[in-house]
C-alpha cells in the first residue's frame, strides 16, 4: 500500500476542515445517493464501566449485549425507565452498574429462560415498541441470550448424537414421493443406451462446422498460436478432441440450450463476437437448439432411462433435489459480544448482504454488479466488485460497540483467488480512504495482514491514520493459501493484534501494545473486497464474516472453526417402497451441502424409520434388512467416480419398532481401531464417510439437480449392476489386513500423517528420512491429517500438506542430479517454461508419476485427466500465467525454479495424492 501522501494534524486550518467535509459528504452521495440523519440516537450515558461492579463480567455482558443499544437509548427505555422518570425500574439510568442491579433487583430477567424474561415478553405484549412489537422483542429476546447463555453457541459441544439429530427429523412433504428422472440428452460418443446425434458427427454437423470452427479456432485450439491459446479446446482442429472439450467442460447444455457457457459467453460477456454480439449469440443458441432438436426428433432416439432402473427390480430410491433437504443447523457458534454477523444466504435473490447479528443498527452491506453470490452461501468478488455498508450511522456501531471496550475481533471464512495480490488487498475493511482507516484485514501474496489505528503506534500521525505499522504474518511461512480458510483478528490493548489461521495462532507478535482505540473516526464506512472507493481491490470468496467487540479466546476460536460454514441439508431418500420388510416412511438419510461451485459432498449415509405407524406398509420389526453396494445418482445417471459407498455391506435390525425407546436409526459406516503404519488409529470408519460428486446443473433455476440412490442388493433384489470401475493405486504399502477390520487394504477417506509423509517421498523420489525434509515432517506431524474421515479434514489439513509438499518439491528442484533425473532431461531453470513443448514436458512428468495412467495412456478411474491438470498449470490462466504473465520469467532462473516448484506442489498436496 502507499504512504500516504499528505501530512494529518490534529490542528487543521478551518480551510481544510471545509474540504474534508466537502469530501466525505461527496463520497458517500456517490457511494449511497441518500441522506444521514442530522442527529444520531446516542445514549446519554455518565457512566459505561463495569469495573466496580460485583460481578464484573456479567456486567460487561449486560452492558455490550444490551444496555447500549437498547435500555440506555432515550429513544427506547431510557425515556421512562431512568431516575426520576415515569418508568418501574431504573434500567435505563445511564450509569451501567444502576442499571444492571436494577434489572436484577426487579425480576426483569430469567437466567433458566432468558428469550422469556420480562423484558423480551413486555416487547412483545405493545409496551412501547419503538418499530415493530414482534420484530422489537425478538430483538431483546435473542439480546438475552447473548447476555445470559452465552454457551448457547458458546462452550465447545460435544458431536451431537445420532438419535438426537434423528428425533428432529420430520417425514419429507409427500410432494417429493416422486421417482428420479433422466436427462433426454446425454451427449457423448458412447452412451448407453446410444443416443443418435448426441456425439461429435452431430456437434460438427450444427455447431462445430458452421461456428466455432470458423470464429473461435484462432484461440480455442491446440494449433493456436501460443499468445492466443486459450483452453479448453472445443474448437481443436482435430474434432475429437473439440467434442471431449466440449462434453467434458460442460460447454453446452444441450437439454437446456439457453444455459450453455458458448452461448452466454457471447450474450453476456460479449466475448470476441465476430460481428455484432447479439446476432452472434443468437446464431450460437439457434445451432444448439437446432442440434438439440435433430437428436429429439430422430426417428431412432430413445428416452433415456435412470441408471439403476435397467433391471426387473426398481432398486433405487425416490428422487430429490437439495432444496428438499431439510436445513441442518450448523456446530455451535460464540454469540457473545457479537455485534454483526454476515451470512451471505442470498435469501431474498438481491444485491444486500444482510446483517443478522441481534446488535441495532444493522450493518446491511449493497453489493456492487461485479461481486456474485456463490452456492451454499457466500460472496464472490471480482474485479471491481465490492460491499458497502448502506450508510454512515450504520457503521457507526463498529465505533460505538468497540470503541467503548477498547477491544475487538474480526472473524472470516476466506477463499483467496490466488497468492499473487499485494496492496494489500483488502478483504474487509471500516475506513475512509485508501490511506485513512481504523481497520483493515488484508492480504499480500502469501500473509495476511492486519492493520489498526492505535494510539500507541510509534510512528508519525499520517502512518499512524493509515493502521501502521502493520502486523503480517511470517511471507516464509506461507500462511495464506488459495483455499478456504478460517481467518480471526483480535485486538486487546495487552496482546495487541493477533492473527489466527484455521484455529491456530500463527506466532507473529504485535510490536504495537498498551495503547487504546480512541483515535478512531466515527465518520468511516466498512466495507468488504476493497478499501472505500475501490482502492486496494481484493479477489475472492467470503463464505462468513462477524465482528466482535472484545477479543476471542484461543477457545472460542478453535469452537467457531469446528462450527464451520454454509448451508447443509439432511436429504431422506425414500426406500420404504422397494420391500414389504420396511414401514413406508424409511429412509436412507445423508448430510448433503454444496461443497464449492463445482461440487456436492454426500456424507454419514444412516438407515432411520421416521414414523412406523404411518403409510400403508407397517411391518413392527426389521429383521436382516441387508443394504449392500450404494451408488449416488445425478439427473439419471451414475458418475463413474466419487461413489465412495460402492462398498457398502450393511445388515439391518431393529426389533420392536412400536417402542420408542428403541432407536429407530443406525448408521450405514462402522469404526473400528486398527494399527496402520506402526500407530493405533482408533474410530476408523470401515467404509468411506464422505465423497464429492461433481455438479451438473447446479442447484438454481426451474430444473435443478436431482439426487437419487441405487443398490446391488436391497433386501434381495438386485439392483444396478454397473462396473466397479478400476482400483486406485494407493502408492503406499498398507500392513496387512487386520483382523476384525474387513478389508484394511483400503480405508476411503484421507491419508493420515506417516502415509502422506511416505506417499510424497515415494513420488518425489526423495528417501522418507531425507535430512532435509525430516524435520518439516516432524514439526508438521501434529497438523497433518491423524484420521481418514473425510468431513474431519480442514483446511489447516491442506496447509500442513502443502507445506510438507514444497519441502519435498524444494528438495527435488534446487538438487539439480534429482531435477535431471526426475524429469528424465537436463533443466535449464532459465528457459524450462520458454517453450509449450518444454512446459508440456513438466506437466506430463508431475501428472505421470504424481498421478499416473493406466496402461493404455487414459487416465486412472477416479483421478484428473492429463487436460485438466494442464489447464491448472499451464492453460490460460493457469498457475504459469499468473506467476509469469506474458512469459515475462524468461531468462530469470531463480524465479522459474520458484514457478517449476509451486506446479509440483500443486500437484503433490493435491487430493489425487493425498486422498486414499
Known sequence: MNE???????????????????????????????????????????????????????????????????????DRCAGCHVPGGGGTGNFG?????????????????????????????????????WSDCTANGQDIAGRLVAWLNPTTGGTTQP?????????????????????????????????????????????????????????????????AVQAQRQQPYFADTDLANAFNAVVENRKIDINNPPNSRLYLRLAQDSHNCWSDCNSNADAMLAAIEAWKSAIINNPSYVQPVVEGTETTFQTTSRGLTLEQGQVISGGQRVTAGQIALWEFKNDDGDNIAEDTSTIQ????????????????WGVEFNPGGRATAASIEDSRKLYDQIVATNEFTLEAWVVPANVTQEGPAIIASYSFSDTERNFSMGQTLYSYE?????????????????????????????????????????YDSVNGRRIYVNG??????????????????????????????????????????????????????????????????HLLFKVGHLTDQLPDTSYIWMEVAEFDDYSYLFANPAFVVLDPDSGSLTPTSITSLDIQGMRIGVNGRLPTTGQAFLNMN???????LTDSNNPRHVSLIGTTSATIGGVVTNNIPVKATGTIIAKQRGTNGDNPDQFYLTFENFAGEAGAQSENGTPIPLNYSYPDPVAGLGNSNYIAGMRIFEETNATMAELTDIEVGNSAVRPTFIELQQQLPSGPALEGFTASHQMANAKLALTYCGEL??????????????????????????????????????????????PIAGQPTLQQVSDLLIGSGGLLEQLCPGGSCSGNATRNATILKSMCVSVLSSAAVTTQ
Open 159 to 223: 458431536a451431537e448424537d445420532l438419535g438426537n439429530v434423528a428425533s428432529r427429523l420430520e417425514n419429507p412433504d409427500p410432494l417429493y414421493d416422486v421417482d428420479p428422472s433422466a436427462e433426454d440428452i446425454v451427449l457423448g460418443n458412447v452412451v448407453p443406451p446410444a443416443t443418435p446425434g448426441a456425439d461429435q458427427a452431430g456437434y460438427n454437423t450444427h455447431v462445430y462446422g458452421p461456428i466455432v470452427s470458423q470464429y473461435c479456432q484462432q484461440c480455442h485450439s491446440e494449433d
Open 93 to 129: 439510568a445511564p450509569d451501567v452498574i444502576e442499571a444492571y442491579e436494577a434489572v436484577k433487583a426487579n425480576n426483569r430477567i430469567d437466567r433458566n429462560d432468558p428469550a422469556n424474561s420480562y423484558l423480551a415478553t413486555k416487547v412483545l405484549g405493545g409496551h412501547n415498541c
Open 650 to 656: 450393511e445388515t439391518i435390525s431393529m426389533p420392536n
Open 4 to 74: 500516504p501522501s499528505r501530512l494529518l494534524t490534529f490542528a487543521h486550518s478551518n480551510s481544510t476542515q471545509l474540504l474534508r467535509l466537502f469530501m466525505a459528504v461527496l463520497m458517500l452521495a456517490v457511494l449511497y445517493g441518500c441522506g444521514v440523519e442530522n442527529s444520531p440516537k446516542g445514549n446519554v450515558v455518565q457512566n459505561d464501566s463495569c469495573d466496580a461492579a460485583a460481578d464484573p463480567i456479567d456486567c460487561q455482558g449486560f452492558r455490550n449485549q444490551l444496555w447500549l443499544d437498547v435500555l440506555a437509548r432515550p
Open 504 to 569: 491456530e495462532f500463527t506466532g507473529d507478535v504485535d510490536t504495537v501494545t498498551g495503547g487504546a482505540l480512541t483515535d478512531w473516526d466515527p465518520s468511516y464506512v466498512f466495507t468488504l473486497g476493497s478499501d472505500v472507493g475501490g482502492a486496494n481491490q481484493w479477489l475472492g470468496k467470503l463464505r462468513m464474516v462477524a465482528i466482535y467487540n472484545r477479543a476471542l479466546t484461543q477457545e472460542e476460536i478453535t469452537q467457531n472453526l469446528e462450527a464451520g460454514v454454509g448451508q447443509k441439508f
Open 361 to 376: 443498527p444493522k450493518i446491511d452491506l449493497v453489493l456492487n454488479d461485479n461481486v456474485d453470490w456463490v452456492g451454499g
Open 450 to 490: 492486519f492493520l489498526n489505528r492505535d494510539t500507541a503506534s510509534p510512528l508519525d500521525v499520517t502512518n499512524r491514520a493509515n493502521g501502521q505499522p502493520t502486523l503480517i504474518t511470517e511471507p516464509n511461512d506461507e500462511d495464506l493459501q488459495a483455499t478456504q480458510q478460517h481467518v480471526v483478528m483480535t
Open 813 to 858: 528442484v534446487d538438487n539439480s542430479g534429482l531435477r535431471n533425473t526426475y524429469f528424465n532431461q537436463t533443466i535449464d531453470l532459465a528457459t524450462v517454461f520458454d517453450t509449450p513443448t518444454s512446459q508440456a514436458n513438466i506437466v506430463n512428468t508431475l501428472y505421470d508419476k504424481m498421478i499416473g495412467r493406466e496402461k493404455a495412456g487414459e
